[in-house]
């Protein structure tokens, strides 16, 4: 079973400038997560989507962060203008059993450096 | 308020001295715990799933229990592979079921 793809792995940009990370679950997943994990901190989810719907997005930064699910598929997730406090690692995850009590598959991962 | 709290920070052990590592939570309602373990690098991977008081799960070295207030995961004679940020994360029953998770603990294990 191929696992949660995410791209591109690392990203340096200067401050204003936007930027997107694109997130392929795993095949059936309904539920799609994207993570913003800082150093030495847990992950901190942004938004959750539940087939092309979002169930939570109250801790996404929505003056400055995007996110959509196409066709209940895909996602990106973009930052426009992006600031140095959003130098992080933005992690993608999937689950199969929608908001039910169940395990996360996260992907890679991207590094984001903001300069 | 929720809240999961890992213990210790780091931790530093010899090649097959066994310890564990401890997470302890308050939210109002648990629908579960999970564990799982972080790569440099990498994201997170999935260990357990615990729903209830009393509960065990074993994989490898690796036993995770449940109390009513806390998680531990215990390594039993553990190897250098077994380095890595084990992180805890809880799901509220209430709260719109938002997964709460911990700060990890740092494990190095020195051959």
């Known amino acids: 079973e191929a696992g949660v793809a995410q791209s591109p792995r690392y990203k340096i940009i200067e401050k204003r400038q936007s930027v997107a990370f694109w997130c392929n679950p795993i095949?059936?997943?309904?539920?799609l997560y994207w993570y913003q994990q800082i150093l030495g901190q847990g992950p901190k989810l942004l938004i959750q989507f539940q087939n092309n719907g979002v169930v939570d997005d109250s801790q996404l930064p929505k003056d400055r962060f995007s996110a959509e699910r196409l066709k209940g598929v895909d996602s990106t997730l973009k930052i426009q203008p992006a600031k140095l406090e959003d130098s992080a690692v933005y992690l993608c995850?999937?689950?199969?059993?929608?908001?039910?009590?169940?395990?996360?598959?996260f992907g890679q991962g991207t590094r984001l450096t903001v300069v | 308020e929720d809240q999961v709290t890992q213990s210790p920070e780091a931790l530093r052990l010899q090649e097959g001295e066994s310890s564990s590592l401890n997470c302890s939570y308050t939210?109002?309602?648990?629908?579960?715990l999970f564990w799982y373990r972080q790569d440099p690098g990498k994201g997170p991977e999935f260990l357990f799933t615990?729903?209830?008081?009393?509960e065990e799960k074993e994989k490898e070295r690796l036993k995770a229990t449940l109390t009513k207030k806390e998680s531990f995961l215990h390594i039993t004679a553990p190897k250098p592979e077994d380095s890595a940020t084990y992180l805890c994360?809880?799901?509220?029953?209430?709260?719109?079921?938002?997964?709460?998770w911990g700060l990890g603990t740092s494990l190095a294990v020195n051959p």
């Open positions: 939210v109002s309602g648990l629908r579960g």
């Open positions: 615990l729903y209830s008081a009393g």
């Open positions: 095949s059936g997943h309904a539920t």
């Open positions: 994360a809880v799901q509220d029953a209430g709260n719109n079921r938002k997964l709460i």
């Open positions: 995850a999937s689950s199969s059993r929608g908001t039910i009590l169940t395990e996360a598959f």
